[in-house]
C-alpha cells in the first residue's frame, strides 16, 4: 500500500493541466458578406464579428523516461485547418506520447499528433511576436502527425530531429496519399538571445506529385526590450506525370519592442511569391505575389492576460481579396483586437 501511494504522489507530481483562451473582433474593411476573410488566412479569420480563434485545455505528463501531451481545441482556428479531418479529430490540438531512448542523453521517441516542426509561430498567439500569423506560418503546417526521433545536446545548444509523417498538416492520412513523408529540423543556440532552425520536408501530395519544402529562420533578442524574427521558406512541387516542377517562396521580418514591461508594439513585413499556384490556388492565380505589413500594440492586464491590437495591410499583384458581395479586390485592411489568457 506504502509503495503504491508513492506512485500516486510521484504522478500527480509530474502531471500539469492548463489552457489558454483568445477571443477576438477582426475588421475587414473589404466587407465580405459571409465574415470570412481571403481563404489563405485561417487564423482570425472570421470578420466583423465576435469570435473564439482559439480556446484550449491541455494535459501534460513528464517524467524522467515519459512524456505526453493531450489537449483540444475550439475555435475558428480549428474550424479552418481541421476542416479536411474526420470526427473528433477536428478538436485534437495535441496528443503524442514519448518514451526517453537513452539513460544518460535527451534521445526522446514521440508519436501521436505532434506540433509542426516547421516555422517559428504557434496557433497559440501569446508565442508569436504578432496578433496575426504571417503568410509563411498561415500556409505551412501547424500541427502534424506521425513519429519523431530527436535529440539535444547537455548543454542545449544543439537540437535534431528526424520524422515521418502522415502527410502536409494531416491527422488520419487522405485517400489519395501514397506512403509517409518525412521532415527534419536542425536549431543552433550559440547563445541564449540567438536561435537559428532549419526544417524540411519531403512527401508525395496525391497520387501524382511530391512535394520538397524547407523553412529557415533566425529568431534573437537585444536586451530586454528588442526581440526579432526573420524567415525565408522555399518549394518545390514536381508533377511525376508531365515532369513539371512548380515553385513558391517567402520571406519575412518581424520585431517587437517593449515600452514598458506591461506594454509592448509591434511590427511585420512579408513578401510571398506563389509563382505557381500550388499554395493559393485559384485565389489569385498563377504567377501571384503578396506584399504585407502590420502594426500592433500589446497592453499585459494581468498574468497570463493580454490585449493586442493589430492593423495590417496586405496587396496582391491581382484582385482575390472578396470585397463585399461578389467583387475582388487587389488589396485588403484589417484591424483585430484580441483577449489572450494563459493558465
Known amino acids: 500500500m506504502a509503495n503504491a501511494q508513492e506512485h500516486q504522489n510521484s504522478?500527480?507530481?509530474?502531471?500539469?493541466?492548463?489552457?489558454?483562451?483568445?477571443?477576438?473582433?477582426?475588421?475587414?474593411?473589404?466587407?465580405p458578406v459571409d465574415h470570412k476573410k481571403v481563404g489563405i488566412l485561417n487564423s482570425h479569420h472570421r470578420s466583423n464579428e465576435i469570435a473564439v480563434n482559439l480556446a484550449l485545455l491541455k494535459a501534460s505528463y513528464q517524467s524522467t523516461h515519459i512524456r505526453s501531451h493531450i489537449a483540444i481545441g475550439l475555435g475558428t482556428y480549428m474550424q479552418a485547418n481541421y476542416a479536411g479531418e474526420d470526427g473528433i479529430w477536428k478538436n485534437v490540438y495535441e496528443a503524442n506520447l514519448g518514451f526517453k531512448l537513452s539513460k544518460d542523453h535527451a534521445l526522446w521517441l514521440d508519436a501521436g499528433v505532434l506540433p509542426s516542426h516547421i516555422g517559428a509561430e504557434s496557433a497559440i498567439g501569446l508565442d508569436n511576436v504578432s496578433l496575426s500569423r504571417s503568410l509563411s506560418a498561415e500556409n505551412s503546417p501547424y500541427f502534424e502527425t506521425g513519429a519523431r526521433l530527436s535529440y539535444e545536446t547537455k548543454n542545449k545548444e544543439w537540437y535534431f530531429s528526424v520524422l515521418a509523417l502522415n502527410g502536409w498538416?494531416?491527422?488520419?492520412?487522405?485517400?489519395?496519399?501514397?506512403?509517409?513523408?518525412?521532415?527534419?529540423?536542425?536549431?543552433?543556440?550559440?547563445?541564449?538571445?540567438?536561435?537559428?532552425?532549419?526544417?524540411?520536408?519531403?512527401?508525395?501530395?496525391?497520387?501524382?506529385?511530391?512535394?520538397i519544402f524547407h523553412n529557415l529562420y533566425v529568431q534573437g533578442r537585444i536586451g530586454e526590450k528588442w526581440s526579432l524574427l526573420a524567415n525565408w521558406d522555399i518549394g518545390l512541387q514536381e508533377q511525376s506525370m508531365t515532369k513539371e516542377k512548380l515553385y513558391w517562396w517567402n520571406a519575412g521580418v518581424q520585431g517587437s519592442y517593449a515600452i514598458t514591461p506591461g506594454?509592448?508594439?509591434?511590427?511585420?513585413?512579408?513578401y510571398f511569391k506563389d509563382r505557381d499556384a500550388v499554395v493559393f490556388g485559384s485565389?489569385?492565380?498563377?504567377g501571384s505575389a503578396l506584399w504585407g505589413a502590420s502594426l500592433g500594440l500589446d497592453v499585459t492586464i494581468y498574468e497570463g492576460l493580454c490585449w493586442r491590437t493589430e492593423y495590417r495591410h496586405l496587396e496582391a499583384d491581382k484582385a482575390g481579396f472578396p470585397y463585399k458581395r461578389q467583387d475582388l479586390r487587389k488589396t485588403a485592411n484589417h484591424i483585430t483586437t484580441a483577449m489572450a489568457w494563459r493558465f
Open 11 to 31: 504522478t500527480a507530481k509530474n502531471f500539469a493541466i492548463g489552457g489558454y483562451i483568445e477571443t477576438y473582433y477582426s475588421q475587414d474593411f473589404n466587407q
Open 169 to 211: 498538416q494531416r491527422i488520419a492520412m487522405s485517400e489519395s496519399q501514397r506512403g509517409l513523408s518525412f521532415g527534419h529540423q536542425v536549431q543552433y543556440k550559440p547563445s541564449t538571445n540567438i536561435l537559428i532552425n532549419s526544417s524540411s520536408y519531403v512527401g508525395k501530395e496525391g497520387i501524382d506529385s511530391l512535394r
Open 263 to 270: 506594454l509592448r508594439i509591434h511590427g511585420r513585413g512579408e
Open 283 to 286: 485565389t489569385f492565380g498563377s
